[in-house]
């Protein structure tokens, strides 16, 4: 039935619809920019105190960002975000990176203050992650746009994903609602008209068979 082609097209036509509009939802969060807050070393790993240490950041495959400025243990280094080799990193959505800040070294190889998986989950929802080692540094990030696992025990950070959740849930409810009143409606036009169609075949017939008769009586009255 052409009615029936229709409602198919018209039910692929929404789900396309549904699943381009989530991967695209998805693609506006697909990776986020981290910025380095604040740093403090706390000790270096020099041998020779007097010798600056050189210590950068570094995600395993990618280039390393120097910290210039940071030169002397138990100094506490804030940042503005604006700094000449800001954003520190990007994080992509729900993937870990290896991280870690290093000193570089010229005689072995380079030491390590902490590395660890970096995760957009360990976010706080104001977008706030402390990283702290013992006795070697502590360093605070900021990213805007990544959010906390849902898993977490973070409650309060679970809202603003929660809400987002929400909204796409509602929107999904909402075209779902849509497509069954659509085909609701389309079924019963669709019964409307057989019914109507069977109506006016029962009377065309009806009618035959009343100029039917006629021809018979005029016919009889004919002979
Ligand atoms: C890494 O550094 C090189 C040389 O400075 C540059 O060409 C390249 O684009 C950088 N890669 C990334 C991912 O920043
Ligand atoms: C690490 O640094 C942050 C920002 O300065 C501070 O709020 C926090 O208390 C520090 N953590 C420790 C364990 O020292």
């Not at 604006?82 to 990193?89: N, Y």
């Not at 994080?91 to 870990?96: E, H, M, R």
């Not at 019963?188 to 019914?195: D, G, H, L, T, V």
Request: charged content about 30%; glycine content about 6%.
């Amino acid at each position: 039935m052409a009615i029936l082609d229709l409602m198919e097209v018209r039910i692929s036509a929404i789900f396309l619809l549904g699943s381009s509009f989530l991967s695209c939802f998805s693609g506006l969060v697909l990776s986020a920019i981290v910025r380095l807050d604040s740093i403090e070393i706390y000790k270096t790993h020099e041998i020779l105190k007097s010798v600056k240490p050189k210590v950068y950041f570094s995600c395993k495959g990618e280039n390393k960002t120097d910290l210039p400025d940071v030169k002397k243990s138990h100094e506490l280094y804030k940042f503005k975000g604006e700094e000449s080799w800001q954003p520190l990193t990007e994080l992509p959505d729900k993937k870990c990176k290896r991280c870690g800040f290093y000193e570089k070294d010229v005689f072995k190889s380079d030491d390590v203050f902490d590395e660890w998986e970096f995760c957009p989950s360990d976010f706080t929802s104001d977008g706030k992650y402390i990283r702290f080692k013992d006795n070697e540094v502590n360093a605070t990030f900021s990213c805007p746009k990544c959010t906390p696992s849902s898993t977490g025990s973070n409650s309060a950070s679970d809202s603003h994903k929660g809400r987002k959740g929400m909204h796409v849930a509602l929107i999904i409810l909402i075209s779902a609602l849509i497509s069954t009143v659509l085909i609701l409606g389309l079924i019963a036009a669709y019964k409307y008209w057989q019914k109507k169609k069977r109506e006016q075949d029962q009377a065309r017939f009806l009618k035959l068979f009343e100029e039917g008769d006629d021809i018979e009586d005029e016919l009889g009255l004919g002979i």
